[in-house]
């Protein structure tokens, strides 16, 4: 069952004095999110991703183009009783504690009372605030903060979480709270669709990613297809600088460091080069197939359009 | 709905509170009592003209200051600091966001404008030693002040939706002002001709009229409110706000929030 199904989401912008010239944010984009999946929206800076994301939860209005949120319209405001949003480096009502204002999103969404105030305790403790006390948010450390706002993204039990660049500003501890926080909701069986530029969160996150450039979709991806995939090329070690000559039509970038040869080969000319190297007694240190990365992924699809503007 | 409404409602009284708005109140208190000199000074009859005048006017002044002060960063500061990214994205109908935020405010009004009014008639107590029948015509002044108080909380809140702080504040200012000498400009309007004639009519008719709504050096003077101004004003009162609010409505509901 799809989960997000956006069809032709369209921004533009109007600029300029008379606001007569048009500046697109996100051009026609069409994607599909299942059920239960993880989903990275990976984009480098003003790529797009706030852009859909504002337009999935009616803070701003598309120029064209439809999507669903688990079957209903994205800009029915019943959906939302079922959606959970944390923007990019959210700001909170910082006059308010932490219990106060997941009281108050938690009866915006609808949380009847009955279950409000057990809710906020599970759900500090969950985001390991539960020692705060009615400490208002103003004294609240960034990280803290952060961990606020996946907590009112959550307050409602929502089936589908739109997380807008979570892990961005955080120190290295606060990054790694809030990756296990999304890899739990993971575990509980919500979807998540969240944006980053961090490709490493995305690695370790995600079941597919998409990759947004310019306001235009570049590219969808199985996460485990990079890593499973039969590698293109491999590394080569050997101790024997002479025998790189013999091979030197099989290789590329190779690197002399004293009599230490380290090269690459393309994976239908391996054996070729390990017989030749054989051959010359050259001494094999490793054989290491190289994987396509996400990063990889990442960096072709963002530079597509350099390559294709570059002429022959 | 109702609980939508009655939490952005309760919230923005909230924040009001615990940005020390209320504060205005000891103010408003040391204003009473350093005119105390004044008063004694006035011969009989005049220090309770006086008194009635600094504390009424007080009452209007103070709430329509919060009104514009408070009432401008009602929408703007929620875009600003994005906290409506996380409103919006709840099943909160946008309109729901704009009510909720007027009822706050007036609500806010309406406690501060109660807790001045206590005062007030404390203070009518101890310096003028008693009240009569007649004091209760004073509420009716105090009345017509919240329906003030509902028509500036309208207006900052329509600035506020597609102006920046300073704007609305000086828009909403310059409305209180031209309000309140809203007869004057149907005395112009009434002595004009062609154009300007017309001009002056329809703007004496869209300005909101402050003056009608203020009856405080009438009650100072002991003279009576008519019920009949008392049902005008109010259904003026309500329905300008209601106009003014639903533009607001309009004017948030298409709004691209960046």
Redesign the interface.
Known sequence: MLAIEIKGLSKEYAVGFWKQQRRPALKSLNLNVEAGETFGFLGPNGAGKTTTLKLLMGIIFPTSGSATILGQDFLDPEIKRRVGFLPEQPYFYDYLSAPELLDYYARLSGVPATVRKQRIGELLGQVGLSDVGNKQLRKFSKGMLQRVGIAQAIIHDPEVVFLDEPMSGLDPVGRHEVRELIQSLKDRGKTIFFSTHILSDAEALCDRVAVIHKGELRGVGVVNDFRSSVAEKTEVIWLGANALGVVNDLVADPHITSDTVRATAHSSDLDRVLEKLRQQHAQLISVTPIHRTLEDYFLDKTREEEKESVPS | MT??LS??TW?TF??AV??RVLYNLVLFVLLLVASAPLFSQISIGLEKLMLVNVGLSSISLFGVIIAIFVGIGLVSKEIE?????????????RWEFIAGKYLGLLLTLVVNAALMTVGFYVALLIFIGGLKKTDAMLLAAIYFILLQFMIMVALTLLFSTFSTPIFSAIFAFALFVIGTFGEDLKNFAAMSHGATKWLATAAAYVMPNFASLNVIAQVAHEQSVSAHLIIFNTVYAVLYSIAVTTAAVLIFE?R???
């Open positions: 609980s939508r939490a952005i919230n909230r924040e615990r940005d600091k994005k906290t409506l990214y996380t409103i919006l994205s709840r099943p909160v109908r298409r691209n929030l960046k």
